[in-house]
């Protein structure tokens, strides 16, 4: 089993940044893909960006050049650094590990219990 815990997540003004962290444990370490989602009121979960061991990393279209992901394979954490915080991106963000980097929330099977981001406007 693996257990994900985020933290970082907290109120800012829109423009600003943020930086999660995902920290995993347990015995089987951290999962070979680890990645980021958002859930807004009312809105399904959304892709955001995962990376692998490799550091081969892929971000949703809408993120692309404003959120950088990373890694630290030997604390298995993850980070996502978050720049020019929208209104609109205000949400619970979730760390998730599994298999493969990939969008889909049906191919991970480890999931934190969120943190809350808000941007203000």
């Known amino acids: 089993q693996v257990q994900l815990v985020e933290s970082g997540g907290g109120l800012v003004q829109a423009g600003g940044s943020l930086r999660l962290s995902c920290a995993a444990s347990g015995r089987a370490g951290s999962p070979y893909a680890m990645g980021w989602f958002r859930q807004a009121p009312g809105k399904e979960r959304e892709f955001v960006a995962a990376?692998?061991?490799?550091?081969?990393?892929e971000y949703a279209d809408s993120v692309k050049g404003r959120f950088t992901i990373s890694r630290d394979n030997a604390k298995s954490t993850v980070y996502l650094q978050m720049n020019s915080l929208k209104p609109e991106e205000t949400a619970i963000y979730y760390c998730?590990?599994?298999?493969?980097?990939?969008?889909?929330?049906?191919?991970?099977?480890?999931w934190g219990q969120g943190t809350q981001v808000t941007a203000s406007s």
């Open positions: 990376i692998n061991w490799r550091t081969y990393a």
């Open positions: 998730a590990g599994g298999p493969k980097v990939v969008g889909n929330t049906g191919m991970y099977d480890y």
